[in-house]
């Protein structure tokens, strides 16, 4: 298993600011994702994100919108840009750990609030 | 496309059993995974499946048919705590997880 911690836990920002998520794992991994999950909805994955290459975005999202970083195999943040009240929601990262189960374990997220 | 459904709600009794049933379409097809999630938390894996057949795993099991892309997480003996989401996904051919809605499980005393 992966004990995996995200700060902050949540924030209350104001419109067009940004604010930095930072998530950090208890071994090294490979890939490390980026969730968004907001009120009553599943997961969307936001981003892939590999040590020493730039991250994977889905469709919809923009690097100049989520910019990514990945310095070593335990840690990434998340830089949620010039924010908006649509940016609400809660983000998660997770990890993939190796292994014949591919399961993925999730931080306990970061509950953003644009007003 | 890519997709996954599953009820939105179900209700059912502390003690009784209930089924929670989710079907699938991949590109592809690496497993399906159950995630339990509460209110406020993030979600916990439940089960892993990739082969036919039922996977049990104390109160609760996980059974899968590929040739139906379909799937259901079973609950046994329902405690209050086992109020939460549950949430489906399948992996699809380039390992990554298609996730479901969720199903909302409201057990009632």
């Known amino acids: 298993s992966a004990v995996i911690s995200q700060k902050p836990s949540r924030d209350i920002c104001q419109r067009g600011t940004s604010l930095t998520i930072q998530c950090q794992v208890d071994s090294q991994v490979t890939m490390m994702f980026w969730y968004r999950q907001q009120p009553g909805q599943s997961l969307t994955l936001i981003a892939t994100a590999n040590q020493g290459s730039e991250a994977t975005y889905e469709s919809g999202f923009v690097i100049d919108k989520f910019p990514i970083s990945r310095p070593n195999l335990t840690f990434s943040t998340l830089t949620v840009s010039n924010m908006s009240p649509e940016d609400s929601s809660i983000y998660l990262c997770s990890v993939d750990l190796p292994g014949d189960r591919n399961e993925q374990f999730f931080g306990p997220g970061t509950r953003l609030t644009v007003l | 496309g890519q997709n996954i459904d599953q009820p939105t709600e179900m209700t059912a009794t502390e003690g009784a059993i209930v089924q929670i049933n989710c079907t699938y379409q991949?590109?592809?097809?690496?497993?399906l995974f159950w995630y339990q999630q509460h209110a406020g938390e993030a979600p916990t894996f439940l089960s892993y499946?990739?082969l036919d057949g039922l996977e049990e795993k104390g109160r609760f099991s996980s059974f899968l048919s590929r040739s139906k892309g379909y799937s259901y997480l079973l609950l046994k003996e329902l405690q209050m705590k086992d109020s939460a989401s549950y949430l489906c996904a399948a992996m699809d051919s380039n390992y990554q997880l298609i996730w479901g809605a969720g199903t909302k499980l409201i057990i009632k005393p």
């Open positions: 499946n990739v």
């Open positions: 991949t590109s592809g097809f690496n497993g």
